[in-house]
């Protein structure tokens, strides 16, 4: 907790120097908690662009964050009446519920309240994060039947690509922050492939590139968030 | 000298309404939206486990605030149940269930013991 405090405080002020984030006010208004996306594929800050054009990974703190996911959070109090800082540690009000180590992660679906304290105890700010458990996988790009048809490049260095998104989803279809763990994998190579492209879907899931490279019948697996979902692939002419 | 009856009423309630009386009780004013299930009074308090809650203690007598240097210091009987702490206003407190169960909240105005307050948390389901 003290190494994870330290390093809040470092990482606040290093913050300080780099310009405003983005962040929510906390209920008690001594200052702002930010929410931060500790990979590319969370939701909460694949859809969110700074003023340069660049993706955020500090975002306003998200309506919802799936069970077992990692994320972190910042807060910065705000300048005092001298222009200084006060350095603050942030806590769980529920262990139990919601872990602090290196990162955040829910255990459960629950509410619960972040409070910003400083070292000897006095709480500066606090803000409620609720967490739900993510309910399925939906694949954009598919055909009405659920499989995908995909050609197959000609070769001599021709690839023609088929894009299709992945996005985990909770009930109701809420989109829920958090480092979803995103794989895509074909279940044979010599009739197509997958990777991974730097774009995301509307809703903020990760697209992948699929290039057939021989008539044939393969499988897609998409997985993430302990969730799988298979796609039947078929590559024709 | 001896006072009557009346008399002694008569100055409690001069002294409460000027402020100098004896502390009666504490007046809640919150400062954050608790869940709905929450309650806070100074008869018992009601909480649920990992939702925080802030709130002003005024110290009253009678109807009437205390003076603005008395110091109002409250103490969870058991943190690993409920857990409380100052805020940076004055008398402002962010109290918080951590997990199910039953505690109490000491009162203590300018360093005397003036109240228990029994405080349970309900575990979130």
Same mark, same amino acid.
């Given at each position: 907790m003290i190494t994870r405090a330290l390093l809040l405080?470092?990482?606040?002020?290093?913050?300080?120097?780099?310009?405003? @984030?983005?962040?929510?006010?906390? $209920? +008690?208004?001594?200052? $702002?908690?930010?929410?931060?996306?500790?990979? *590319?594929?969370?939701?909460?800050?694949? %859809?969110?662009?700074?003023?340069?054009?660049?993706?955020?990974?500090?975002?306003a703190m998200p309506a919802?964050?799936?069970?077992?996911?990692?994320?972190?959070?910042?807060? *910065?109090?705000?300048? +005092?009446?001298?222009?200084?800082?006060?350095?603050?540690?942030? #806590?769980?009000?529920?262990?139990? @519920? +919601?872990? @602090?180590?290196?990162?955040?992660?829910f255990t459960r679906p629950g509410s619960v309240s972040i409070i910003a304290e400083t070292a000897d105890g006095t709480i500066l700010d606090l803000i409620?994060?609720?967490?739900?458990?993510? #309910?399925?996988? *939906?694949?954009?790009?598919?055909? $009405?039947?659920?499989?995908?048809? @995909?050609?197959?490049?000609?070769?001599y260095g021709i690839s023609y690509t088929t894009?299709?998104?992945?996005?985990?989803?909770?009930?109701?279809? %809420? #989109?829920?922050?958090?480092?979803?763990?995103y794989t895509a994998a074909s279940s044979n190579e010599e009739v197509f492939t997958v990777q991974p492209t730097a774009t995301y879907t509307a809703d903020g899931g990760p697209e992948y590139e699929l290039v057939g490279v021989a008539l044939g019948e393969a499988d897609l697996t998409l997985r993430a968030a302990g969730l799988e979902r298979i796609v039947h692939v078929t590559v024709v002419e | 000298m001896k006072m009557t009856s009346n008399g002694a009423w008569a100055?409690?309630?001069?002294?409460?309404?000027?402020?100098?009386?004896?502390f009666s009780h504490l007046d809640?004013?919150?400062?954050?939206?608790?869940?709905? !299930?929450?309650?806070?009074?100074?008869e018992r308090m009601q909480l649920v486990e990992g939702? !925080?809650?802030?709130?002003?203690?005024?110290?009253?007598?009678?109807?009437t605030e205390m003076g603005d240097d008395t110091e109002v210091s409250l103490a969870s009987g058991n943190p690993d149940v409920a857990e409380i702490g100052p805020s940076?206003?004055?008398?402002?407190?962010?109290?918080?269930?951590?997990?199910?169960?039953?505690?109490?909240?000491t009162v203590l105005i300018d360093g005397e013991l003036e109240a228990t307050i029994p405080v349970s948390v309900e575990v979130q389901p």
């Amino acid at each position: 907790m003290i190494t994870r405090a330290l390093l809040l405080t470092a990482v606040a002020a290093f913050g300080a120097g780099c310009g405003p @984030i983005s962040g929510t006010e906390g $209920e +008690l208004g001594h200052g $702002e908690f930010s929410y931060v996306c500790i990979t *590319r594929d969370d939701v909460a800050c694949n %859809q969110s662009t700074n003023l340069y054009g660049y993706t955020d990974d500090r975002v306003a703190m998200p309506a919802a964050v799936a069970v077992g996911m990692h994320f972190d959070v910042e807060y *910065r109090a705000h300048e +005092l009446e001298d222009g200084g800082h006060v350095d603050s540690r942030l #806590r769980s009000t529920a262990p139990s @519920i +919601l872990t @602090i180590g290196t990162t955040f992660s829910f255990t459960r679906p629950g509410s619960v309240s972040i409070i910003a304290e400083t070292a000897d105890g006095t709480i500066l700010d606090l803000i409620d994060v609720d967490a739900e458990e993510v #309910r399925t996988l *939906r694949v954009d790009g598919l055909a $009405e039947d659920g499989a995908l048809e @995909i050609e197959k490049s000609p070769g001599y260095g021709i690839s023609y690509t088929t894009t299709v998104g992945v996005i985990a989803l909770g009930a109701n279809d %809420q #989109r829920l922050a958090g480092a979803m763990g995103y794989t895509a994998a074909s279940s044979n190579e010599e009739v197509f492939t997958v990777q991974p492209t730097a774009t995301y879907t509307a809703d903020g899931g990760p697209e992948y590139e699929l290039v057939g490279v021989a008539l044939g019948e393969a499988d897609l697996t998409l997985r993430a968030a302990g969730l799988e979902r298979i796609v039947h692939v078929t590559v024709v002419e | 000298m001896k006072m009557t009856s009346n008399g002694a009423w008569a100055l409690a309630l001069v002294l409460a309404a000027s402020g100098c009386g004896g502390f009666s009780h504490l007046d809640f004013v919150m400062e954050s939206t608790p869940p709905e !299930a929450t309650l806070i009074s100074f008869e018992r308090m009601q909480l649920v486990e990992g939702r !925080a809650v802030a709130f002003v203690a005024r110290p009253m007598s009678g109807d009437t605030e205390m003076g603005d240097d008395t110091e109002v210091s409250l103490a969870s009987g058991n943190p690993d149940v409920a857990e409380i702490g100052p805020s940076l206003e004055r008398w402002t407190f962010v109290l918080f269930g951590t997990t199910g169960g039953e505690t109490s909240l000491t009162v203590l105005i300018d360093g005397e013991l003036e109240a228990t307050i029994p405080v349970s948390v309900e575990v979130q389901p």
